[in-house]
C-alpha cells in the first residue's frame, strides 16, 4: 500500500517520463532507417537522370577494361567515366568512359573475376550500402509459433557469410561486398508473413523464405516484392499460384515433385506395404502435396504393393492444432503403420508422443527434423523412426564448414547454411552491375550448383528447380534424435 | 462393435480424461472466483510456469541442478504457491478497490509478463515436460488410458472432494467466503483481509502448477503460451459449466465438457465444421449461461 | 463515481476565477499551446508517413485506433467488457477480402460489406449481452472470438483456411502514405462519430446504463436498444477496421486473429484510458507501433542494454531474451499502468491534456475532470 502511495506522490515524474520517451521515440528514428530512407530517395532520382550517361560510359569503360580486369573493373570504371563524360557535355563520352575504365579497372577487377560489383542508380539497388560494403538479405521463418529453434534461424545465414570464409573470417563476394543476413519472424502464419516480407522489400535486397508453405507463398505471390522487383527465393513447398511469378525461385523439390520419391524411399526402406495413412494440415497450399500423394499411393496399390488405402485414411488437421489426441486415438484404433505427415514440427511432437509405433516420412515438417527428433526421444519414445527427404543431409553438413567454423546446431541452421551457399552461388551470375533486376535475370537463365542442397536448375523455364532431395533416417541415440543421410534421390 | 468403439468409446474414454485436465485447472479458477470474484487469466500460464520449473529441475538444464523427479516436481509446486502469492501482493492488491475489468485486464497482463519470463528462461521453441509416472493403464485397439491419465482423475476427485470440505468445515475456508462476501464486516470481525486474499492466491498458485505439471505431462511437450491455448478457456468453459461457485462442479463440468468437445472433434468432419470442437464448447456455453447461469451444481443467487 | 462530463460543459460550469482571467487574454493563452501542438501536428502528418518503413506502422495505429474506439464504446461508456473484438475484427476483414477478390465487389463497397458483417455480429452478441452480464458476457465473448477463428476463419470457400484471402489494393493506396492518410480519414470519421454519439442522448443514456441498468430503466431508458445501440455501433467501427487491415496487409489468415490479438485489444483501450478519446487514441498506436519503436528507433539501444542486462552475458540467454523483449516491455509496462495509474495514458497526460484544452497548467489536476468514472464500478460480477 505504502509503495503505491509512494509512486501515485511521484505521479508527475512518471508522467514526464512515460511522455519524453513517447515522443523521442518517435521522432528520433534510428540513423540506419533515415539512412536508408535518404539513399531510397536519391537513388532512385539519380537513376533516372545518372543512368542514362552512366550506362553510355559503363560500357564504353567495361569493354577498356575487361583486358585489364574482370567485369568489375569495367562497370566500375564505366561508371567514373559515364559521370565524367556526362558532366563534360557528353561528346566526350568515349574518352571518359575509357580512361574510368583503365583506371579504376586494374586494381579491382583482377581479384574478383566475373561477376559485377553494384552500381549506383543502375536498376533497383535497395538494401545495398555502397559506402560500407553490405548487401542486405532477409530470411523469414517461424521463430515463434511453429514450435522450433529460433536461434538456428538467425544463426545459419551469419555463420555462412561471418565464418565460413577463408580461415574461418567473413566470405566476401563482388570485389569485397559483405553480405549480412537477418531472420525475421513469420509468427507462422501467412499474415504475419506478408507484413514482415513488405516490410523487408523497403530495406533488404533480396527476401529468402526459411520455412512454412503458406507463410512461403503468401510472400511470393506479394504485389508489393513484384512491383519493386525483389527476388524472392525458397525452398520448393506448394506450387499453387508460385508457378508463373517473375520474382519467385523455388530451390528445392516441392511437396508434388517430392511424392514419387517418399515412394520410391517407403520401398527401399521396407515401409511401402504396410498400413498407410496421411495425416496433412488442411490448408489448400497442401492440397497440391496431398493429391499427388494420394495418386502415388493409389497407383502403387493397384500394383498391389500396398495394402488397403482409400481417402478415408487421410487426416486434416488445422493449421496449428492444439493436441494430437484426437489424431493419435484414430491412428491407433486404425492401427496404421506407415504415416505421411506434412504439417507443424510442434504437432508433430505431440503426434509421435500419441502414437510412437508408426514409421514416420513425408517430407516430414520440412525444418526442425533435429529438434522434433530430440523431443519423441527425450520423451522415452525410444521406438521412433521416421524416413525425410530433405535438403541437408548430414554428410553436407560435414562438407560444408570451412577450417574453424563452428559446428551446425541443428538441420535448420545447416539448411540455411546450405541456401547461403547457393545464394552466393546466384549473386556470382550476374553479369554486369549487380541490381534486383540483373540478379533475377542471371538466375532465371541458369541456376545453382548447389553443396549442401541439391542443385536447382532454371535454364529458362520452370521456377521449381530442385533436382533432387536426401532421403535422411532418424533413429533415436539415447535421448537425442540422430539423423542419418541413406541416400540422394534424384527427380 | 468396432465402429461403435471408434466413434463412441474411444473419444467419450479419452475426452473424459481431456476434461479432468480442464476441471484440475477449472479448480483453481473456481478458487478465485469464489473468494474475489476474479476470473484469472494467468491461472493456465501460472501452472505452465511451474511446469517449465519442473522440467528445468528434472533436466538440469541451464540454471538448475539435475534433480530427481520427485524432488523437481516438489521444486514446481513450491515455484507456484510463492508465484500465487507473488501475484496477490504485487498486482492484486493494489487494485483492490479497482474496477473488475481492470482485474481481469490486469490477470490477463501477468499471462504476458510470464509467457514473456518462459521465453528468457526457455526461447519460444518447445521443451520435453516431465512425466511423473509413464506407461499404460489401458490399451486396446484404439483406446489408451496412459497412468498419467489415471493420475490425473484420481488427484482431480480428490482435490475437488478436499476443497469442498475445506471450504464448508474450516475457519480458514469460511473465512474466505465472508471476506469475499463482506469485506469490510469481514476486517471489523477481526480476519486480516490481505490474509486470506494472500492465502487464496498461494492455494490457486498450488492447483495451478499441479494442473500445469500434470498437463503438460500429458501433452508431453511444454511451451511458453501452450497450456494457455490448450486448456485456459475450456477450463473456463468447465467451471462456469459445472457451477463456478461449486468446488465439485469443476470436476463434473470439465468432464462434461472434454466429453463433448472429443466426440465433436472426432465425429464431425473438418471439411463439414472446421474447429468443431470449439463451436460446441461455445454453444454448450451458451446454454448454460442462457437457461442456467448458476451452473450444473451451483446454487441459484 | 462521477458520470462523465464532456469537457466542453465542463468549461461552462467551472466556477469562474481564473478560467475567466485566462479567457479574457485570448490569443496569448492560445499562442503557447498552439506552438506546442504544431511539431506534433508536423511529425505525425508529415515526418512519419514520409518514411518508407514507419508509414506502415502508422496506418497500423490508425487501425488499432479505430478497434480502441470501438472497444471503448462497449467497455468505456457501455460497461461491458468485450473479449471478442478479434471476431468482429475479422469478420470485417474477412468479409472485405472476400468481397473484393472472390466476388469482385467495387473497392469502396467492401467496406460497407465489412461494417455490415460486423455490425451483424455484434448485434448477435448484443442480443447475448441483454441475458448474459459481467464477467459471464467477457467469458462467453472470448469464446465466440476463439470460435470464430478456429471455425468460421477456416470454411475453406470463405476464408481459404491457412492460405489466407488475399486483399490487393487499388492502384492510388498502392504508396504506403497515401494508405496510412486513407486509414487517418477513416480514423477521423470514427472520432467524429464517437464524439456525437456521447454529446448526443444515446450516449448519455450507455453511460447511464453503466452505472446501473435498472436506475436507467427506471428513468425511461430503452435498455434493450441501447445495449444493442452500442453493440452494432462498435462491431461496425471493428469490421471497418478489419477491412482496413486486410487492406494493409493484403492478406488476411485466421492464425493472425486469434486470442492474443484479442487480449491486446482490451490492453492498448485499457492502457489507454477506458472512457478517454485521446488516452484511448494513443493507447492503441502505441501497441500497434511498440515492436518498431523497439527495433527501429534510438529506443532499440535502450533494449540491447536490457537485454544484456537481463540475459547476465550468456549467448544462448541472449538469443533467448532477444526473442522475447518486446512482448515482456510491453507486459511490464502495462502491469505498471494498470497498478500505478488504472486510468491508463490519459490519466498520465492529463495535466498537458487539460493545459491544451485552455485550463490553466496542473501537475495534479482535479481529478474529477480527468478520464471520467475510471474508478467507478465499470462491470459488475
Same mark, same amino acid.
Given at each position: 500500500?505504502s509503495?503505491a502511495?509512494?509512486?501515485?506522490?511521484?505521479?508527475?515524474l512518471?508522467v514526464a517520463?512515460?511522455?519524453?520517451a513517447?515522443l523521442?521515440?518517435?521522432c528520433?528514428?534510428?540513423?540506419?532507417?533515415k539512412?536508408q530512407?535518404?539513399?531510397?530517395?536519391t537513388?532512385?532520382?539519380?537513376g533516372?537522370?545518372?543512368?542514362?550517361?552512366?550506362?553510355?560510359?559503363?560500357?564504353t569503360?567495361?569493354?577498356?577494361?575487361?583486358?585489364?580486369?574482370g567485369t568489375?573493373?569495367g562497370?566500375?570504371?564505366?561508371?567514373?567515366?559515364?559521370?565524367?563524360?556526362?558532366?563534360t557535355?557528353?561528346?566526350?563520352?568515349?574518352?571518359?568512359?575509357?580512361t574510368?575504365?583503365?583506371?579504376a579497372?586494374?586494381?579491382?577487377?583482377?581479384?574478383t573475376?566475373?561477376?559485377?560489383?553494384?552500381v549506383?542508380?543502375?536498376?533497383?539497388?535497395?538494401g545495398i550500402?555502397?559506402?560500407?560494403k553490405?548487401?542486405?538479405?532477409?530470411l523469414?521463418?517461424?521463430?515463434?509459433?511453429?514450435?522450433?529453434?529460433q536461434n538456428?534461424?538467425?544463426?545459419?545465414g551469419?555463420?555462412?557469410?561471418?565464418?565460413?570464409g577463408p580461415g574461418?573470417?567473413?566470405?566476401?563476394i563482388?570485389?569485397?561486398?559483405k553480405?549480412?543476413?537477418?531472420?525475421?519472424?513469420?509468427?507462422?502464419?501467412?499474415?504475419?508473413?506478408?507484413r514482415?516480407?513488405?516490410?523487408?522489400?523497403?530495406?533488404?535486397?533480396?527476401?529468402l523464405?526459411?520455412?512454412?508453405?503458406?507463410?512461403?507463398?503468401?510472400?511470393?505471390?506479394?504485389?508489393?516484392?513484384r512491383?519493386?522487383?525483389?527476388?524472392?527465393?525458397s525452398?520448393g513447398v506448394t506450387?499453387?499460384?508460385?508457378?508463373?511469378?517473375?520474382?519467385?525461385?523455388a530451390t528445392s523439390?516441392?511437396?508434388r515433385?517430392?511424392?514419387?520419391?517418399?515412394i520410391?524411399?517407403?520401398?527401399d526402406?521396407?515401409?511401402?506395404?504396410k498400413?498407410?495413412?496421411i495425416?496433412?494440415?488442411?490448408?489448400?497450399n497442401?492440397?497440391?502435396?496431398?493429391?499427388?500423394?494420394?495418386a502415388?499411393?493409389?497407383?502403387?496399390?493397384a500394383?498391389?504393393a500396398?495394402?488397403?488405402?482409400s481417402?478415408?485414411?487421410?487426416f486434416?488437421t488445422e493449421k496449428a492444432?492444439?493436441?494430437?489426441?484426437?489424431?493419435?486415438?484414430k491412428?491407433?484404433?486404425?492401427g496404421?503403420?506407415?504415416v505421411y505427415?506434412?504439417?507443424q514440427?510442434?504437432?508433430?511432437?505431440?503426434?509421435v508422443?500419441?502414437?510412437?509405433?508408426?514409421?514416420y516420412?513425408g517430407?516430414?515438417?520440412?525444418?526442425?527434423?533435429?529438434?522434433?527428433a530430440d523431443l519423441?526421444c527425450?520423451?522415452?519414445v525410444?521406438?521412433?523412426?521416421?524416413?525425410?527427404?530433405?535438403?541437408?543431409?548430414?554428410?553436407?553438413?560435414?562438407?560444408?564448414?570451412a577450417k574453424?567454423a563452428?559446428?551446425?546446431?541443428?538441420d535448420?541452421e545447416?539448411?540455411?547454411?546450405?541456401?547461403?551457399?547457393?545464394?552466393?552461388?546466384?549473386f556470382?551470375l550476374?553479369?554486369?552491375?549487380?541490381?534486383?533486376?540483373s540478379?533475377?535475370a542471371?538466375l532465371?537463365?541458369?541456376?545453382a550448383?548447389?553443396?549442401v542442397?541439391?542443385?536447382?536448375?532454371?535454364?529458362?523455364?520452370?521456377?521449381?528447380?530442385?533436382t533432387?532431395?536426401?532421403?535422411?533416417?532418424?533413429?533415436?541415440n539415447?535421448?537425442t534424435?540422430?539423423i542419418?543421410?541413406i541416400?540422394?534421390?534424384?527427380? | 462393435?468396432?465402429?461403435?468403439?471408434?466413434e463412441f468409446v474411444?473419444?467419450?474414454v479419452?475426452?473424459?480424461v481431456?476434461g479432468?485436465v480442464y476441471?484440475?485447472?477449472?479448480?483453481?479458477?473456481?478458487?478465485?472466483?469464489?473468494?474475489?470474484?476474479?476470473f484469472?487469466f494467468?491461472?493456465?500460464?501460472?501452472?505452465a510456469?511451474a511446469?517449465?520449473m519442473t522440467?528445468?529441475?528434472?533436466?538440469?538444464s541451464g540454471?538448475l541442478p539435475?534433480?530427481p523427479?520427485?524432488?523437481a516436481?516438489?521444486?514446481?509446486l513450491?515455484?507456484?504457491?510463492?508465484?500465487?502469492l507473488?501475484?496477490e501482493r504485487?498486482?492484486?492488491r493494489p487494485?483492490?478497490?479497482?474496477?473488475?475489468?481492470?482485474?481481469?485486464?490486469?490477470?490477463?497482463?501477468?499471462?504476458?509478463?510470464l509467457?514473456?519470463?518462459?521465453?528468457?528462461?526457455?526461447g519460444?521453441?518447445?521443451r520435453?515436460?516431465?512425466?511423473?509416472?509413464?506407461?499404460?493403464?489401458?490399451?486396446?485397439?484404439?483406446?489408451r488410458?496412459?497412468?498419467?491419465?489415471?493420475v490425473?482423475?484420481?488427484?482431480?476427485?480428490a482435490?475437488?472432494?478436499?476443497?469442498?470440505l475445506?471450504?464448508?468445515?474450516?475457519r480458514?475456508?469460511?473465512?474466505?467466503?465472508?471476506?469475499?462476501?463482506?469485506p469490510t464486516?469481514?476486517?471489523?470481525?477481526?480476519?486480516?483481509?490481505?490474509?486470506?486474499?494472500?492465502?487464496?492466491?498461494?492455494?490457486?498458485?498450488?492447483?495451478g502448477?499441479?494442473a500445469?505439471?500434470?498437463?503438460?505431462?500429458?501433452?508431453?511437450?511444454?511451451?511458453p503460451?501452450l497450456?494457455?491455448?490448450?486448456?485456459?478457456?475450456?477450463a473456463f468453459?468447465?467451471?462456469?459449466f459445472?457451477?463456478?461457485t461449486a468446488?465439485?462442479g469443476a470436476?463434473?463440468?470439465?468432464?462434461?465438457i472434454g466429453?463433448i468437445?472429443?466426440?465433436a472433434a472426432?465425429n464431425?468432419p473438418?471439411?463439414?465444421?472446421?474447429?468443431s470442437g470449439?463451436?460446441?464448447?461455445?454453444?454448450?456455453?451458451l446454454?448454460?449461461?442462457?437457461f442456467r447461469?448458476?451452473?450444473?451444481?451451483?446454487?441459484?443467487? | 463515481?462521477?458520470?462523465?462530463?464532456?469537457?466542453?460543459?465542463?468549461a461552462?460550469?467551472?466556477?469562474?476565477?481564473?478560467?475567466r482571467?485566462g479567457?479574457?487574454?485570448?490569443?496569448?493563452?492560445?499562442?503557447?499551446?498552439?506552438?506546442?501542438?504544431?511539431?506534433?501536428?508536423y511529425w505525425?502528418?508529415?515526418?512519419?508517413?514520409?518514411?518508407?518503413?514507419a508509414?506502415?506502422?502508422?496506418?497500423?495505429?490508425?487501425?488499432?485506433?479505430?478497434?480502441?474506439?470501438?472497444l471503448?464504446?462497449?467497455?468505456?461508456?457501455?460497461g461491458?467488457?468485450?473479449?471478442?473484438?478479434?471476431?468482429?475484427?475479422?469478420i470485417?476483414?474477412?468479409?472485405?477480402?472476400?468481397?473484393?477478390?472472390?466476388?469482385d465487389?467495387?473497392f469502396?463497397?467492401?467496406?460497407?460489406v465489412?461494417?455490415?458483417c460486423?455490425a451483424l455480429?455484434?448485434?448477435f452478441m448484443?442480443?447475448v449481452?441483454l441475458?448474459i452480464t459481467?464477467?459471464y458476457l467477457?467469458?462467453i465473448?472470448?469464446v465466440?472470438g476463439?470460435?470464430?477463428?478456429?471455425?468460421?476463419?477456416?470454411?475453406k470457400f470463405l476464408?481459404?483456411?491457412?492460405?489466407?484471402?488475399?486483399?490487393?489494393?487499388?492502384e492510388?493506396?498502392?504508396?504506403?502514405?497515401?494508405?496510412?492518410?486513407?486509414c487517418?480519414?477513416?480514423?477521423?470519421?470514427?472520432?467524429?462519430?464517437d464524439y456525437?454519439?456521447?454529446?448526443s442522448?444515446?450516449?448519455?443514456a450507455?453511460?447511464?446504463?453503466?452505472?446501473?441498468?435498472?436506475?436507467?430503466e427506471?428513468?425511461g431508458?430503452n435498455?434493450?436498444a441501447?445495449?444493442?445501440?452500442?453493440?452494432? %455501433?462498435s462491431?461496425? @467501427?471493428a469490421? =471497418?477496421?478489419? $477491412?482496413? +487491415?486486410?487492406?494493409?496487409? #493484403?492478406?488476411?489468415t485466421? /492464425?493472425g486473429l486469434g486470442?492474443?490479438?484479442?487480449?491486446?485489444?482490451v490492453?492498448?483501450?485499457?492502457?489507454?484510458? %477506458?472512457g478517454s478519446r @485521446?488516452?484511448? =487514441?494513443?493507447g $492503441?498506436? +502505441?501497441f500497434?507501433?511498440? #515492436?518498431?519503436l523497439?527495433? /527501429?528507433?534510438?529506443?532499440?539501444?535502450?533494449q540491447s542494454?536490457l537485454i544484456?542486462v537481463l540475459?547476465f552475458g550468456n549467448e544462448?540467454?541472449k538469443?533467448?531474451?532477444?526473442?522475447?523483449i518486446?512482448?515482456?516491455i510491453?507486459?511490464?509496462g502495462l502491469l505498471?499502468?494498470?497498478?500505478?495509474n488504472?486510468g491508463?495514458?490519459?490519466?498520465?497526460?492529463?495535466?498537458i491534456?487539460?493545459?491544451?484544452?485552455?485550463?490553466?497548467?496542473?501537475?495534479?489536476?482535479?481529478?474529477?475532470?480527468?478520464?471520467?468514472s475510471v474508478?467507478?464500478?465499470?462491470?459488475?460480477?
Open positions: 500500500m509503495l502511495r509512494t509512486v501515485r506522490k511521484r505521479r508527475g512518471v517520463v512515460l511522455a519524453g513517447l523521442t521515440s518517435a528520433g528514428l534510428k540513423p540506419e532507417v539512412d530512407l535518404a539513399q531510397g530517395g537513388g532512385g532520382g539519380g533516372t537522370t545518372g543512368g542514362l550517361d552512366s550506362g553510355l560510359g559503363g560500357t569503360g567495361g569493354t577498356d577494361a575487361t583486358t585489364t580486369g568489375t573493373g562497370t566500375t570504371g564505366g561508371f567514373a567515366g559515364g559521370s565524367t563524360g556526362g558532366t557535355g557528353g561528346t566526350s563520352l568515349t574518352t571518359g568512359g575509357s574510368g575504365g583503365s583506371a579497372g586494374g586494381s579491382t577487377g583482377g581479384s573475376g566475373a561477376a559485377a560489383a553494384p549506383q542508380g543502375q536498376g533497383t539497388t535497395t550500402d555502397f559506402k560500407n553490405t548487401i542486405r538479405v532477409v523469414h521463418g517461424p521463430l515463434t509459433g511453429a514450435g522450433v529453434p538456428s534461424f538467425k544463426s545459419g551469419p555463420k555462412y557469410w561471418e565464418q565460413s574461418g573470417g567473413p566470405r566476401l563482388l570485389g569485397g561486398y553480405v549480412i543476413a537477418e531472420a525475421v519472424d513469420d509468427k507462422y502464419n501467412a499474415q504475419d508473413a506478408l514482415a516480407c513488405n516490410a523487408a522489400s523497403k530495406t533488404a535486397f533480396l527476401i523464405g526459411g520455412a512454412g508453405t503458406d507463410q512461403i507463398q503468401a510472400c511470393g505471390q506479394s504485389q508489393v516484392l512491383r519493386a522487383n525483389v527476388p524472392y527465393l525452398s506450387e499453387t499460384g508460385l508457378g508463373s511469378l517473375p520474382n519467385y525461385f523439390l516441392t511437396y515433385q517430392q511424392s514419387p520419391l517418399v520410391k524411399m517407403a520401398q526402406n521396407g515401409f511401402l506395404k498400413k498407410w495413412a495425416v496433412i494440415t488442411g490448408t489448400p497442401f492440397d497440391d502435396a496431398r493429391e499427388s500423394f494420394t502415388e499411393l493409389k497407383k502403387v496399390r500394383q498391389g500396398v495394402g488397403d488405402f481417402d478415408k485414411d487421410i486434416l492444432p492444439q493436441n494430437c489426441v484426437d489424431v493419435g486415438n491412428l491407433r484404433a486404425g496404421y503403420e506407415s505427415f506434412l504439417g514440427p510442434l504437432f508433430f511432437g505431440q503426434c508422443q500419441q502414437y510412437p509405433s508408426a514409421t516420412t517430407p516430414g515438417p520440412s525444418f526442425g527434423i533435429q529438434s522434433v519423441a527425450r520423451t522415452g525410444a521406438g521412433f523412426k521416421g524416413f525425410y527427404l530433405h535438403p541437408t543431409p548430414d554428410k553436407a553438413m560435414s562438407q560444408g564448414l574453424g563452428p559446428a551446425f546446431t541443428d535448420i545447416a539448411g540455411i547454411w546450405g541456401a547461403m551457399q547457393s545464394l552466393e552461388q546466384a556470382n550476374v553479369q554486369g552491375p549487380l541490381s534486383r533486376e540478379f533475377t542471371a532465371a537463365k541458369a541456376g550448383p548447389g553443396g542442397l541439391n542443385p536447382a536448375v532454371y535454364n529458362g523455364g520452370s521456377r521449381f528447380g530442385g533432387g532431395a536426401y532421403v535422411n533416417r532418424i533413429t533415436c539415447g535421448t534424435g540422430a542419418k543421410t541416400a540422394n534421390y534424384k527427380k | 462393435m468396432d465402429v461403435i468403439a471408434i474411444v473419444p467419450v479419452s475426452g473424459a481431456q479432468c476441471g484440475l485447472l477449472g479448480l483453481g479458477l473456481v478458487l478465485l472466483y469464489k473468494s474475489g470474484r476474479i484469472n494467468a491461472q493456465a500460464e501460472m501452472g510456469f511446469a517449465f522440467a528445468f529441475a528434472d533436466q538440469g540454471f539435475d534433480m523427479v520427485w524432488a516436481v516438489l521444486f514446481g513450491v515455484t507456484g504457491v510463492l508465484l500465487g507473488l501475484v504485487v498486482v492484486i487494485l483492490f478497490n479497482a474496477p473488475k475489468v481492470t482485474v481481469v485486464v490486469a490477470t490477463a497482463g501477468v499471462f504476458l509478463f509467457f514473456a519470463i518462459e521465453g528468457f528462461l526457455n519460444p521453441g518447445p520435453s515436460a516431465t512425466r511423473i509416472i509413464d506407461g499404460n493403464l489401458l490399451q486396446s485397439g484404439g483406446l488410458v496412459t497412468k498419467l491419465g489415471g490425473i482423475v484420481l488427484v482431480l476427485a482435490l475437488a472432494a478436499t476443497s469442498a475445506f471450504f464448508s468445515r474450516t480458514t475456508g469460511t473465512a474466505i467466503i465472508a471476506v469475499s462476501q463482506e464486516a469481514t476486517r471489523l470481525v477481526g480476519i486480516s483481509v490481505e490474509r486470506t486474499a494472500a492465502f487464496t492466491w498461494g492455494l490457486a498458485g498450488l492447483l502448477a499441479i500445469g505439471i500434470l498437463l503438460s505431462g500429458t501433452n508431453g511437450v511444454i511451451a503460451g497450456l494457455t491455448g490448450l486448456a485456459l478457456v475450456p468453459t468447465a467451471a462456469v459445472g457451477g463456478i468446488l465439485p470436476f463434473v463440468g470439465g468432464v462434461v466429453v468437445e472429443s466426440f472426432s464431425i473438418k471439411t463439414i465444421i472446421p474447429g470449439k463451436v460446441v464448447l461455445f454453444v454448450a456455453l446454454v448454460v449461461l442462457l447461469p448458476a451452473g450444473l451444481l451451483g446454487k441459484e443467487t | 463515481m462521477s458520470v462523465y462530463a464532456p469537457p466542453a460543459e465542463d461552462a460550469v467551472a466556477p469562474a476565477g481564473r478560467h482571467v479567457r479574457s487574454f485570448g490569443p496569448i493563452r492560445w499562442l503557447p499551446r498552439i506552438l506546442v501542438l504544431l511539431p506534433f501536428v505525425f502528418l508529415y515526418r512519419i508517413p514520409s518514411n518508407e518503413a508509414a506502415p506502422i502508422a496506418a497500423d495505429a490508425c487501425i488499432y485506433a479505430i478497434v480502441g474506439l470501438s471503448n464504446i462497449l467497455i468505456g461508456y457501455t461491458q467488457l468485450s473479449l471478442g473484438h478479434n471476431g468482429f475484427f475479422g470485417g476483414a474477412f468479409a472485405a477480402a472476400y468481397s473484393l477478390t472472390v466476388r465487389v467495387p469502396a463497397a467492401t467496406f460497407v465489412a461494417a455490415l460486423g455480429f455484434a448485434l448484443g442480443v449481452a441475458r459481467g464477467l467477457a467469458l465473448t472470448l465466440f476463439l470460435t470464430l477463428e478456429e471455425s468460421l476463419f477456416e470454411v476464408t481459404n483456411a491457412g492460405a489466407g484471402q488475399p486483399a490487393d489494393r487499388p492510388f493506396l498502392f504508396d504506403d502514405r497515401n494508405f496510412f492518410y486513407f487517418l480519414c477513416f480514423l477521423l470519421v470514427a472520432l467524429y462519430i456525437r454519439l456521447l454529446k442522448k444515446a450516449g448519455r450507455l453511460l447511464a446504463l453503466k452505472e446501473n441498468e435498472r436506475v436507467a427506471a428513468f431508458i435498455v434493450t441501447f445495449k444493442l445501440l452500442a453493440f452494432v %455501433l462491431g461496425t @467501427l469490421g =471497418v477496421a478489419g $477491412a482496413l +487491415l486486410a487492406y494493409r496487409i #493484403g492478406i488476411v485466421a /492464425s486470442f492474443n490479438l484479442a487480449l491486446t485489444f490492453l492498448m483501450t485499457v492502457v489507454g484510458g %477506458l @485521446l488516452g484511448v =487514441v494513443l $492503441a498506436s +502505441l500497434a507501433s511498440l #515492436g518498431f523497439l527495433e /527501429s528507433t534510438w529506443v532499440h539501444s535502450v542494454f544484456n540475459s544462448t540467454a538469443t533467448n531474451v532477444e526473442s522475447a518486446v512482448g515482456f510491453g507486459a511490464l505498471l499502468t494498470i497498478v500505478l488504472p491508463g495514458i490519459a490519466q498520465q497526460i492529463s495535466p491534456t487539460r493545459w491544451l484544452s485552455g485550463k490553466p497548467f496542473s501537475l495534479h489536476g482535479d481529478k474529477e475532470a480527468g478520464p471520467a474508478e467507478g464500478s465499470s462491470v459488475r460480477a
